[in-house]
């Protein structure tokens, strides 16, 4: 009698561990630099969830999502793009994203008609206040210098073409003052 109940909680047991819901990915970990080399177009933005988002047997394992580009770093995109990321992420996405958050993507080509995170989860990073977040310490400040380093350009940028512009204006006034010395500036 002993053995068969204790079969039977065996058996109990054993149905309740394989029916509980298990959230596994297919893909593994990748080194940021690959990450950042595999993709076509990197962005910061956030998901629009109150859009429809697409997941079919035909996109698995991603849903189809439109995001809204708030900075480009590399490619070239509209301000909004559908971008596929893990459908077992979508809920830790939209509550990140409900808790301020943002995301740096990493997107490569797919056939399966969107843009695709590269390595699944490896293609999406968490930003909070212009912070990389939920990362470990290397990825971290590997992410955050994909960041740093664009809004960086971008200064330099804007401040090489000011310098440019004025430069332009002096030399267009001095031009202008020898073709017509009577004229007064």
Not at 13 to 21: H, Q
Not at 50 to 67: I, M
Not at 169 to 183: A, E
């Amino acid at each position: 009698m002993k053995n068969k109940w204790f079969v039977i909680l065996v058996t109990l047991c054993l149905c309740i561990v394989t029916a509980s819901p298990v959230q596994a990915t297919l893909f593994e970990k990748m080194d940021p630099a690959e990450v950042e080399n595999r993709a076509a177009v990197i962005v910061k933005g956030t998901f629009d969830f109150t859009s429809e988002h697409r997941y079919t047997e035909q996109t698995a394992p991603f849903a189809a999502v439109p995001f809204h580009i708030s900075d480009t770093y590399k490619g070239e995109q509209e301000d909004r793009v559908t971008a596929g990321v893990d459908m077992f992420d979508l809920h830790l996405i939209e509550k990140f994203q409900k808790g301020g958050g943002e995301f740096l993507l990493f997107l490569e080509p797919s056939p399966k008609g969107f843009m695709t995170s590269v390595g699944g989860p490896n293609g999406v990073v968490y930003i909070k206040d212009g912070n990389v977040v939920q990362e470990e310490a290397e990825r971290k400040e590997y992410y955050q210098n994909v960041m740093d380093s664009h809004n960086y350009l971008n200064g330099t940028v804007l401040l090489i073409s000011s310098f440019g512009i004025v430069l332009a204006f002096g030399l267009v006034r001095r031009q202008r003052k020898k073709l017509n010395p009577s004229r007064k500036s």
